[in-house]
């Protein structure tokens, strides 16, 4: 889509999404979820993804820059494998699709992730009852295989992996630094990952990138917004906001 053709409430949409993809890259995760569907109303929504992912990169760079030393990459590496493999079979769910048509359409794929995080989500708030410990954390091959495959295909097809990544992240107790520093490392790598997959779909190309260049100021503001947010946020509320943002993602999927 070209630039001119976008209405001034278009470009409002626009510049708002960048705000909270920014915000939610150094303050709270997950709520640049709200952004995808807004800039969705303005492009086409298959087209919307090559628009958002390097609208994500550039808030990742904010992310990875300020919190380069607070990533826990013992988490990174069980889960970054699983992740790219998730990010390939999106890939291939996209572009062969039985008769040219994608059957796992974007209402279907929606409910799908819904629903994955609201059970993740249960899962995580029943095992944190029976093991009380902060010390204890759900140390399973399996757990990090299953987000990081659904994470993976997730973002490739929807850039929705943000609900899923925090479900994981709480899981792991992690204090809110730590926290916002590993996911920045995270979504860093891979949506760079998913750069050449996108732009072979044709997601990613001239017009898309220059529309990410008006946008890009909006999601600077929105990165130091939330780095000044963070240190502010108590680490009870920080944990408590990112649950209810990631429950309040997950039934707008399915409804």
Known sequence: MNATEISFAGWLLLL?????????????PGVGFAAIPLVALVI??????????????????FAVVYYRRKAVWSHLLKLIPWAAAGIVLGYFLLKWAPGGKIWLDDLRLRRIIGAVILVL???NYWYL???????EVPDYWWFAAL????AGVTTMMANAAGPVLIIYLLAMRLPKVEFVGTAAWYFFLLNWFKVPFSASLGFI????????AAV???IAVGAVSGIWLLKY????????VIQVVAALAALKLLF
């Open 16 to 28: 708002a999404s960048g705000v909270m993809i920014g915000l939610s890259k150094t303050g709270l």
């Open 44 to 61: 086409p929504a298959r087209l919307s993804t090559g628009v958002v992912l390097p609208m994500l990169i550039f808030g990742d760079l």
């Open 121 to 123: 989500l249960f899962l």
């Open 129 to 135: 009852k029976r093991r009380p410990s902060e010390k």
């Open 147 to 150: 987000v990081g495959l659904v």
């Open 205 to 212: 190309n001239v017009q898309s990138l220059l529309l990410n």
């Open 216 to 218: 890009l100021p909006a």
């Open 233 to 240: 946020i108590p680490e009870k509320t920080f944990t408590a």
